[in-house]
């Protein structure tokens, strides 16, 4: 139930959503690509798929300079269908 708790609680924000709705759409993207499409700053993306990552829910792949995210290769199904609602 606890792990249940996180995921929900991790995703209980309007712009986290938009990103997890972006990277459905989009399957991998930048943290600046990310922060231009659901319009915030870099550092407040960043934030946000930090929360995301520290739950399994994301992954991150560093190219060059950039990092890029995606989906998890351990997501959960209960973030698995709550992804496929948005």
Known sequence: MRELEKILRAMASHRRLAILKYLRDHREASVGELAEKID???K????HLSI???VDILEREPRSQQMFYS???SLKPVAKQIINFL
């Open 52 to 54: 995301l990552l520290a």
């Open 40 to 42: 915030l700053s870099f």
């Open 71 to 73: 989906f998890s290769f």
């Open 44 to 47: 407040s993306t960043s934030k």
